[in-house]
């Protein structure tokens, strides 16, 4: 089966090679070999490699600077979604996309189902809105979108490895309490996605975390918690939590982001590992990779 994947050198995409089955024929391309915002770039790479499924983990993703750049926010994630949908149409090929909690509001006091109406309260949202219904609109019975969360890795810039710079250059750290949600290793969302390439007669709505709930005051405990007792921080500082209000950012953030796992787990036939677990295989991987803090190396 022959595989084309977007967003190379990005979390998930770097994921996906390192978890992809030997059957796979995969060609990934990152910014670099295809701008997902030139229609006619996305057809002829489409068209030349025929593949028998795109999985789109391009996306803009910096949600505060969303709320100023929307023009680029919406031409990668709503446009961009557009004429990856469109080449696969004309070629017959089957469309995963990734999407986000963000698309709700968070004001549900349980965890969100896939047929919940969304409502994005932020600009980032509202654009990972408009790439699903590009998506399911263009593809109804070909094509999955797959709601995720807070996802983490050893690749790139995230939570977790600034929580790990900012645990060893500060003697104190303040963290939001009152917006919660549930952190995804993207590994994990990998193997999920490898499992639905699998199964080529599912469609739609899917929503894939890891299981269990967290605030991020939670997930910055854990990682110090967890950093300490594996060797990979000398020391453990204050973690005071701290309302969303004292951290003013310029996109608004829901609240409550749990969304519900059942049906991409009955789904895909994968059960959700919580995330206190996958963050210490993270953590593993991460020591293992000695990369480096400020000059200090995880061994």
Known sequence: MKVVITGKGGQLAEALLQTAPSTMNIVAVG????????????????????????????????VDKAE?????????????????????????????????????????????????????LNVYGASKLAGEQSVLGTLPGSSVVVRTAWVYSTTGNNFVKSMLRLMHEKPELGVVYDQVGTPTWATGLAEWLWA?????????????????????YDFAVAIQELAVEKGMLKNAITVRPIAATEYHTPATRPAFSVIDKSCAEQ????????????LSSMLDELKALNQKINGDEFK
């Open 267 to 278: 789904a895909s036939g994968l059960n959700t590992v919580h995330w206190r677990k996958q």
């Open 31 to 62: 910014v670099k070999e295809l701008d997902i915002t030139d229609d006619s770039a996305v057809f002829q790479l489409i068209e030349f490699e025929k593949p028998d499924v795109v999985i789109n983990c391009a996306a803009y993703t910096a």
């Open 196 to 216: 639905v390439v699998a199964r080529p007669e599912l469609n739609g709505i899917y929503h894939w975390t890891d299981a269990g709930v967290a605030s991020w």
């Open 68 to 120: 100023s750049d929307i023009d680029m926010a919406y031409a990668v994630n709503e446009a961009g979604a557009q004429y990856l949908a469109n080449a696969c149409k004309n070629t017959g090929a089957r469309l995963l996309h990734v999407s986000t909690d963000f698309v709700f509001d968070g004001r549900k006091p349980e965890p969100y189902q896939t047929n919940d109406e969304p409502n994005p």
